[in-house]
């Protein structure tokens, strides 16, 4: 277990392999143990980092109201601190918009940009997701015992095909998530639209949408594609919200090319 110190708090990381930097985003709720597997599956030809946003994970808590703004700062002080004067920048879901967020506001830093199952606006998120942006109701949900295990337990089926060991990712990583992170960064996220800036992105970005995604709108991949000249949006016929658990070898297949070209 690695990590940094920073002037908002720790940041914990984990790296594996050799090569080119890779720098990976978890998803709302998630944590840096997402990417295990395509860390394994990069390590040949690049140097993979998978940070926990503040708020999550093993991260640092203190900052309270983290929002996708402070997720983009977030990976900027990372990279200076490491030395990483470029690196390709990857992201699930929240993680992809902060990552297209990222290229807009330090261009230098990124050399290509792959999302997955990420929102371009706020309106391509699930009603649920979308009600977790009211803070009343993100606190009844979040404080009601076990009403979110129970709940996320009863659509796993529905979300994922690996649904079982999705959904013990899931309990684990809530149980080192704080109210305050639960709201503040989905409401950012609600109100996030990157449409009218999608075109000022100058590198390489690779979106991967699954067709049965009932988290983000598979729409968004077409938003993207529209608005991006360099975009290349790939969807995922048998895949949910979750490509790399639901379509393994083929979603490293897809990363893989799109990252050595």
């Known amino acids: 277990m690695s990590s940094i110190v920073t002037d908002r708090g720790v940041i914990h990381y984990e790296t594996f392999g050799r ?5 990976l985003l978890h998803c709302w709720l998630g ?12 390590s040949d030809g690049y140097k993979t980092y998978a940070l926990d946003f503040w708020g ?3 991260s640092g808590k203190q900052g309270l109201q983290f929002r996708v703004s402070d997720y983009v700062e977030m990976v900027h002080q990372f990279m200076d601190q490491l030395g990483i004067l470029r690196a390709r920048v990857m992201g699930h879901s929240m993680g992809g918009t ?4 990222f290229g807009l506001a330090h261009p230098t830093r990124v050399q290509k940009i792959a999302i997955v199952g990420s929102p371009i606006t706020g309106d391509g998120l699930a009603l649920a997701l979308k009600l977790a942006a009211k803070k009343p109701l993100a606190a009844l949900a979040y404080n009601l015992p076990g009403l979110l295990p129970w709940g996320v337990r009863l659509a796993s089926p529905f979300l994922t095909r690996d649904w079982r060991r999705w959904s013990e990712m899931f309990e684990q990583d809530l149980s080192k998530t704080t109210l305050e992170s639960f709201h503040y ?3 950012s996220l ?7 800036r999608l075109k000022e992105i100058r590198v390489p970005i690779l979106g991967i949408y699954g067709h049965n995604d009932r988290i983000v709108n598979p729409n968004q991949g077409e938003i993207l594609a529209s608005g991006n000249p360099l975009a290349q949006v790939v969807y995922f016929e048998r895949s949910g919200h ?5 379509e393994e070898e083929r979603f490293h ?3 893989r090319e799109f990252l050595d070209r």
Not at 31 to 42: F, G, K, R, V
Not at 190 to 196: A, S
Request: no cysteine.
């Open 190 to 196: 609600r109100k996030t639209d990157l449409r009218p």
């Open 242 to 246: 979750f490509p790399m658990l639901d």
């Open 31 to 42: 944590s840096w143990n997402y990417w295990l597997s395509t860390m394994e599956a990069l």
């Open 253 to 255: 297949r897809t990363l």
């Open 19 to 23: 090569g080119q930097p890779v720098i």
């Open 98 to 101: 902060v990552s297209l967020a």
């Open 185 to 187: 960064s989905i409401a």
């Open 56 to 58: 999550f994970g093993e």
